[in-house]
């Protein structure tokens, strides 16, 4: 069974510093994807990570993949304010060809930067 | 212009009702989900169906019952509403045929059971 599992699950920091979030999978995978989610709002992609060795950045946010260790880390450069929200890492393992389909979202990570 | 949008967006209904829930998408996406999140902020896919078909169906009471009347549109109708029901309900679309983007997720609907 695919299970994803996100760490830590809460994050308090200060503004100014630096921190991951790690995404570990259980089975194999070579489509990853990172959401943002604000309090009482919906689910924004962030990130798509198609490849091993991907990284993509924006903003203060940079995630990468390695599909060889099933790791995906979310690494916030200075952390500010407006980076308090819910982070959610999901794995895709679709494979229409096969008519299998699957898609599991990570435990979240709830991150408050305190000014 | 809306994405993929839901209704209601908020729901409050008493214990043993039955419930509607209503989502569309007009980005010409070939898959729609839904997922409950739970008070833990949890999100767990119940269903998805691919050019109206039903392709993932995971382990949730039958008092769900999806229904896809074309691949734009895919509700969600709930029998017997029980406490443990109470979440948020969010609608995702995906082009899962040849291609490798993300979902795009409705606003969500929140549902409190009294």
């Known amino acids: 069974e695919l299970k994803v599992e996100q760490n830590p699950l809460f994050l308090s920091m200060q503004e100014g510093k630096n921190y991951t979030i790690y995404c570990n999978y259980s089975?194999?995978?070579?489509?990853l994807y990172w959401y943002r989610q604000d309090p009482g709002k919906s689910l924004e992609s962030l990130f798509v990570?198609?490849?091993?060795?991907a990284v993509k950045q924006e903003g203060r946010l940079m995630a990468s993949l390695d599909t060889k260790a099933r790791l995906s880390t979310l690494h916030i450069t200075a952390a500010v304010h407006d980076l308090s929200a819910t982070y959610f890492c999901?794995?895709?393992?679709?494979?229409?060809?096969?008519?299998?389909?699957?898609?599991?979202f990570g435990t979240g990570t709830r991150l408050k930067v305190l000014a | 212009d809306t994405a993929v949008s839901q209704t209601p967006k908020y729901l409050v209904t008493q214990m043993g009702n039955d419930k509607s829930i209503k989502c569309e998408q007009n980005?010409?996406?070939?898959?729609m989900y839904w997922y409950k999140q739970d008070s833990k902020k949890f999100l767990k896919i119940m269903f998805s169906?691919?050019?109206?078909?039903?392709?993932i169906n995971e382990t949730v009471p039958n008092r769900f019952s999806p229904k896809s009347p074309d691949k734009a549109h895919l509700n969600l109708h709930i029998n017997s509403l029980e406490l443990g029901d109470s979440a948020v309900y969010f609608c995702?679309?995906?082009?899962?045929?040849?291609?490798?983007?993300?979902?795009?997720f409705g606003d969500g609907t929140r549902l409190s059971i009294l």
């Open positions: 980005l010409g996406h070939d898959t």
């Open positions: 169906y691919n050019n109206k078909e039903l392709i």
């Open positions: 999901a794995v895709d393992t679709n494979r229409p060809s096969s008519g299998t389909y699957k898609y599991i």
């Open positions: 990570l198609l490849s091993n060795g």
């Open positions: 089975t194999t995978s070579d489509r």
């Open positions: 995702a679309s995906s082009q899962v045929t040849g291609s490798n983007q993300p979902q795009h």
